[in-house]
């Protein structure tokens, strides 16, 4: 139970990072400072039920719900994207990521609350991808 807040945070973090939100515009927006939002997002410190809330609504998401998927075990988390998204990904799947610069190749290597780890062909980590937006299985 005690590992609830650091998904939260986690949570928190995955939701700004997908509205592609700078930390620092974000902070301005929920009126706490930079340093305060980091420690937020890392769980340093506790969020409140009110900053969840403004969270949710300039993220326009819901966090919590979000932190519960990143508490999903692996095989869960797949059995959720497989079943949300009609896909078959599992680890070990060979995928094409069409987005930024050319096209790219790499190895599903498991979840991040709802997206897919990939590690792409010569990368060093693993990054998240959106299971659809210009990912697909090959």
Known sequence: MKDIPKRVAEAAYMARHRTRMMQRAAAKQLG???THLSR???????ISLAMLERMNELYDTD???????VMMPKADAFEYINNAYRTLYKVGTRVKYTGGEGTRYGTVTGTRAAYVRVKMDGDN???????????EII
């Open 32 to 34: 706490i400072s930079n």
């Open 40 to 46: 937020l997002e890392h769980g340093s410190c506790d």
């Open 63 to 69: 966090v919590y719900v979000q932190a519960k998927e």
């Open 125 to 135: 980590a693993a990054k998240s991808y959106h299971p659809t937006w210009k990912l």
